[in-house]
């Protein structure tokens, strides 16, 4: 069993397909197998090698072979198949590696980069189907960007602003979660900086249990409210994922 890791990355298999959780660590499972990799602990604070994958059919765990290279503070993706380990550089110059897990003969390998952004520059990884990549930029504004079929970045749209009732002009939220879900794009909760308009320099940060949804095939992008996280949910989100349950008939 891996000790327990810091800023490792879990990610769970929907077969026949893999499926992004997040880069820390959430899970849910149904039908699902989950993997664990890399990651820190207080012992190996350059970061592990190991990776595991766990079953909640069967409730167990099982090792998987190592990592070529030790990674902590990285993100895992879900593409065509197989787990991408991408690390906190990625798309920076002198990292243009990433470590790529294959469940069909259980190996691992490194394959150049195709992937421009640092971890540092965007919130989060979210596959539609099984090769559609979307990822919000956050780099001087909340952009949406996909990944066309000739492996170029363009941009679909921004994130909404946020419009306070009490408040006279829209606002840019911050620590949001962003979601995929079928053949939608969620972006819940987060906070904002509600400035006093007296021109103070004095905020207060709220808190915020929104959820809107856009289907990024229509641009532009036409967001619109949904049902709003409960109370407690309210705030910043620190990763997301999304489950679609099947009815036993």
Same mark, same amino acid.
Request: hydrophobic residues 35%; charged residues 20%; aromatic residues 8%.
């Given at each position: 069993?891996?000790?327990?890791?810091?800023?490792?990355?879990?990610?769970?298999?929907?077969?026949?397909?893999?499926?992004?959780?997040?880069?820390?660590?959430?899970?849910?499972?149904?039908?699902?197998?989950?993997?664990?990799?890399?990651?820190?602990?207080?012992? *190996?604070?350059?970061?592990?090698?190991?990776?595991?994958?766990?079953?909640?059919?069967?409730?167990?765990?099982?090792?998987?072979?190592?990592?070529?290279?030790?990674?902590?503070? *990285?993100?895992?993706?879900?593409?065509?198949?197989?787990?991408?380990?991408?690390?906190?550089?990625?798309?920076?110059?002198?990292?243009?590696?990433?470590?790529?897990?294959?469940?069909?003969?259980?190996?691992?390998?490194?394959?150049?980069?195709?992937?421009?952004?640092?971890?540092?520059?965007?919130?989060?990884?979210?596959?539609?189907?099984?090769?559609?990549?979307?990822?919000?930029?956050?780099?001087?504004?909340?952009?949406?960007?996909?990944?066309?079929?000739?492996?170029?970045?363009?941009?679909?749209?921004?994130?909404?602003?946020?419009?306070?009732?009490?408040?006279?002009?829209?606002?840019?939220?911050?620590?949001?979660?962003?979601?995929?879900?079928?053949?939608?794009?969620?972006?819940?909760?987060?906070?904002?900086?509600?400035?006093?308009?007296?021109?103070?320099?004095?905020?207060?940060?709220?808190?915020?249990?929104?959820?809107?949804? *856009?289907?990024?095939?229509?641009?532009?992008?036409?967001?619109?409210?949904?049902?709003?996280?409960?109370?407690?949910?309210?705030?910043?989100?620190?990763?997301?994922?999304?489950?679609?349950?099947?009815? *036993?008939?």
């Amino acid at each position: 069993m891996i000790p327990t890791p810091i800023d490792g990355i879990l990610c769970q298999r929907y077969r026949p397909e893999l499926i992004l959780i997040g880069s820390t660590m959430d899970f849910h499972a149904l039908l699902s197998v989950v993997y664990v990799a890399g990651g820190r602990t207080s012992s *190996c604070t350059r970061g592990l090698a190991l990776a595991e994958v766990y079953d909640p059919m069967t409730n167990k765990w099982e090792d998987l072979p190592p990592m070529q290279s030790p990674q902590m503070d *990285c993100l895992g993706l879900s593409y065509k198949g197989r787990l991408y380990i991408l690390i906190d550089q990625a798309g920076l110059p002198g990292q243009n590696t990433s470590e790529v897990f294959d469940p069909s003969d259980g190996t691992w390998c490194k394959v150049d980069d195709i992937w421009p952004f640092s971890r540092a520059m965007h919130l989060a990884f979210q596959v539609m189907g099984d090769d559609q990549v979307y990822t919000v930029v956050d780099w001087g504004e909340s952009s949406i960007k996909t990944r066309d079929t000739g492996g170029e970045w363009r941009d679909v749209g921004s994130v909404p602003s946020v419009v306070l009732p009490d408040h006279s002009r829209p606002l840019e939220a911050f620590g949001y979660g962003f979601a995929a879900l079928r053949q939608e794009l969620y972006i819940l909760g987060g906070r904002v900086l509600k400035w006093e308009e007296s021109g103070a320099g004095r905020f207060d940060i709220v808190n915020l249990g929104l959820v809107k949804v *856009c289907d990024p095939s229509i641009t532009p992008l036409k967001w619109r409210e949904t049902r709003a996280m409960c109370r407690s949910g309210c705030g910043s989100i620190l990763g997301c994922a999304s489950m679609e349950e099947e009815s *036993c008939q």
